[in-house]
């Protein structure tokens, strides 16, 4: 456990130097690491195996493909909604399994992992690069996406009774999962208040943050069952080993790739709209 909080916290802090205070290069270069040593970790899922060569080149094109869409702006809303969707249909058909009782099965493949792998950073670099708050707008997606982690677990140690998904995440609880949710929410709020000038981010005012941070905390919790549910139907526990206390890196960002989408959808959506409205 010591490794563990030791490693979060580390990671954490070097994460907001990154997104705050460091040039825009550092960020998306951080970005295209991170998703190509992910992708290093997804090609391990797959059942069929690959090999060390195939593995290398498609983290390199994972990265690549990143970055030209980062900087193909009308690349932008299609790839951010299109994500979205794929992420909420296969958390529904986890869930589903779930509660039909049947074994959960999502087996990896290189097309499923361009789709859930890319989007995400994008949205993440797009909204730092063109946004007046977007180092901001970064941050406080990352802190809900924390938040819910954070809070799940503490309450799901403290009050946990219910499994939710005890086939592919037995540690697991209804209790924890909706804690973490209401957590990241308030979260989302202080956050809100605190950082942002006149109490808007842009054109988004407080009711709408609200409904942004609620489809951003349960979109942490399905991206977290999903991987979950890949790991399993390749008989693994963790993605990886590269990470201390935690696993692999896709272990550690698998809700941020599911949430960032949803969020970006909202920005760039909300910033279309002002600009056809005036």
């Known amino acids: 456990m010591k490794t563990r909080i030791a490693t979060a916290t580390v990671l954490a802090a070097f994460t907001v130097a990154v997104i705050l205070w460091l040039p825009s290069t550092v960020f998306i270069g951080f970005l295209a690491a991170v998703s190509a040593l992910a992708a290093w970790e997804w090609c391990r899922l ?18 690549a493909l990143l970055l030209g869409s980062a900087l193909y702006e009308p690349s932008w809303v299609p790839l951010t909604i299109g994500a979205s969707m794929v992420w909420l249909v296969l958390g529904i058909s986890v869930l589903f399994q779930i509660y039909r009782q049947s074994k959960v099965q999502i087996h990896s493949s290189l097309l ?40 799940a677990y503490a309450v799901g140690k403290r009050f946990g009774r219910r499994k939710l998904a005890p086939s592919i995440s037995p540690g697991k609880t209804l209790e924890g999962t909706l804690g973490g949710i209401v957590g990241a929410i308030g979260t989302g709020i202080i956050f809100f208040f605190v950082l942002m000038e006149n109490n808007k981010v842009g054109v988004i005012g407080f009711g709408l ?34 990470v201390p206390g935690h696993g692999g890196v896709l272990d550690r960002v698998d809700s941020l790739l599911c949430a960032a989408p949803i969020f970006g959808s909202w920005i760039f959506l909300c910033e279309l709209g002002a600009t056809v409205a005036s």
Request: net charge neutral; hydrophobic share 50%.
């Open 46 to 63: 797959i059942p069929s195996g690959l090999s060390p060569l195939v593995r290398g080149g498609y983290s390199v094109g994972v990265a």
């Open 112 to 151: 499923l992992g361009l789709i859930l792998l890319v989007p995400g950073p994008v949205a993440l670099i797009a909204i730092q690069q063109s946004l007046d708050q977007g180092r901001f707008l970064v941050l406080m997606s990352c802190v809900v996406v924390w938040g819910t982690d954070t809070f």
């Open 209 to 242: 943050w609200c409904l942004i941070t609620t489809s951003v905390a349960v979109m942490a919790v399905i991206g977290d069952l999903v991987e979950s549910a890949v790991k399993r139907s390749a008989n693994q526990k963790d993605s990886g080993t590269l």
